[in-house]
DNA sequence: TCAATTAATGAACTTAGTGTTGATTTTCAA
DNA sequence: TTGAAAATCAACACTAAGTTCATTAATTGA
């Protein structure tokens, strides 16, 4: 992060510019022109930091979630209790990055977004619940594509419900179903 | 379906071209040269039936949910009844498509055919279980995207299962949660 | 089977964005 | 303050997009 002003700058105005972009249309039609133009930079200084505009989304991407990784990780080192919060941290997170997530997870979004998301939540429920038989695989991916779309529902509403809450919800109903709701 | 013969094989050979193209990379990086080069078809005669990539997308794309919707619906209709296997159609179609299925719902695929998925998902569980509160919202989120889930990876894996099978398991984790298994 | 219709082809063309270069100006860190 | 590095600007060749039109081929239905 010991990096020039000027290219922090440069890179947080193009990635506020994509952002906004894509909450009108789909990264197909984006072009680096559109881009720059939004954020008033040249189009040269693009080509400086960036291959085109899927290298650009591609890094931003890889970006956040080293970033979760980073926070994560030193969380739950310290936490390996298996507690119906242990989602918590992650939708402490997420809620942190509310507009960027509700892009990516938008329809303008990218599935690798999604998947990355996944990943993270599959390695999560491995390591809380055991991978015993692959019987439990069917299930499991019915759970971490479950949470993304609590995760999505949530914040694409008002976002009401705290971190912990959520995470309360998420391990019941994973553990519980909805039977009792109904 | 009354097309000119020519119309239907034009449009055939280019869907086919567009789709092996999906397997090996993002339609963000796909291009109208490219689907043409490879379905043998002159470029000009791509723009005769498409505006361009995304617009031959979506009107794939809203074929098959068309035809979903056609096979479905007319199977909902007689059959009311609240089964343990109401999923069993869907399944059933997926199955039948699932190599352009497994296309869309993998990091090559596009968010749109997901969230219409996820759309009809969403009809069919209000549909079965009603729509008190808003509370249910949530829950239904994540039953919704978790079915998704179980798609990708019945169809990912060696679909051994039959869609019976997968509508009985999607119900039972939809109700009664996943802790029995663990 | 034939005639009228319609789709596909091929070539030419304009347009627009891409990616690069080199000279110049501005900003930064130390 | 100064040397280094980033951003700007203008110019450039290049590639795919999208359109047009004359020509060829295939289809339908009478």
């Known amino acids: 992060m010991a990096q020039d002003r000027r290219i922090r700058k440069t890179r947080q105005i193009l990635k506020q510019s994509l952002i906004s972009i894509m909450k009108e249309k789909s990264i197909k039609h984006i072009t680096v022109k559109e881009i720059c133009e939004k954020a008033d930079i040249n189009r040269g200084t693009f080509y400086l930091h960036y291959k085109d505009v899927y290298d650009m989304f591609e890094q931003i991407e890889t970006e956040f979630f080293n970033q979760l990784k980073a926070v994560l990780d030193s969380y739950h080192k310290q936490n390996i209790r298996l507690e119906d919060t ?9 809620l942190e ?7 990516m ?20 429920i491995v ?23 609590l995760i999505s529902n949530w914040l ?11 995470a309360q919800l998420a391990e019941d109903v994973i553990l519980n179903g909805i039977r009792k709701y109904l």
Chains 1, 2 share one sequence.
């Open 97 to 103: 990055n509310k507009d960027f997530c509700i892009v």
């Open 156 to 166: 694409n509403t008002d976002t009401k419900e705290t971190p912990v809450q959520m």
């Open 127 to 149: 390591t809380v619940y055991g991978k015993d038989s692959s019987k439990l695989e069917h299930y499991y991916f019915f759970v971490i594509y479950g949470c993304v779309g």
């Open 86 to 94: 242990h989602l918590e941290p992650l939708f402490s997170f997420l």
């Open 105 to 124: 997870l938008s329809v303008h979004g990218d599935m690798s977004f999604t998947k990355q998301l996944l990943n993270y939540l599959y390695e999560r």
